[in-house]
Nanobody, 127 residues
Framework: QVQLAESGGGLVQAGGSLRLSCAASGRTFSNYVMNWFRQAPGKEREFVAFINWSGSSTKYADSVKGRFTISRDNGKNTVSLQMDSLKPEDTAVYYC????????????????????WGQGTQVTVSS
């Protein structure tokens, strides 16, 4: 089992930047693929970014491609999400999630395949 804790959320103006971090504890962090998801009020939880065990493969939702960057440091048991050029529509609670199973198809973008979740961190982008 792995425990996850996000940090770094906050209030930022449109066009600004934030860096979210997710600290993991418990089992060997490098055994898990990691995702960032987000959920806005009244909307379903949606995929944001994916990173594989080593960090050699990343994927992004079209809505954040070119603006967000996911990375991980297996030595520090952390995964990060650098968010630049933020837009009001990026406002949501952001969650990191872990899975010991590495799906190479679109299942890796679905929240239901992720076993472990953090508590979430609020990101609010003002216009």
């Amino acid at each position: 089992q792995v425990q996850l804790a996000e940090s770094g959320g906050g209030l930022v103006q449109a066009g600004g930047s934030l860096r979210l971090s997710c600290a993991a504890s418990g089992r060997t962090f490098s055994n898990y693929v990691m995702n960032w998801f987000r959920q806005a009020p009244g909307k379903e939880r949606e995929f944001v970014a994916f990173i594989n065990w080593s960090g050699s493969s990343t994927k992004y939702a079209d809505s954040v491609k070119g603006r967000f960057t996911i990375s991980r440091d297996n030595g520090k048991n952390t995964v990060s999400l650098q968010m630049d050029s933020l837009k009001p529509e990026d406002t949501a609670v952001y969650y990191c999630a872990a899975s010991a199973t590495y799906y190479t198809d679109t299942r890796r973008f679905r929240p239901e395949v992720y076993n472990y979740w953090g508590q979430g961190t609020q990101v609010t982008v003002s216009s």
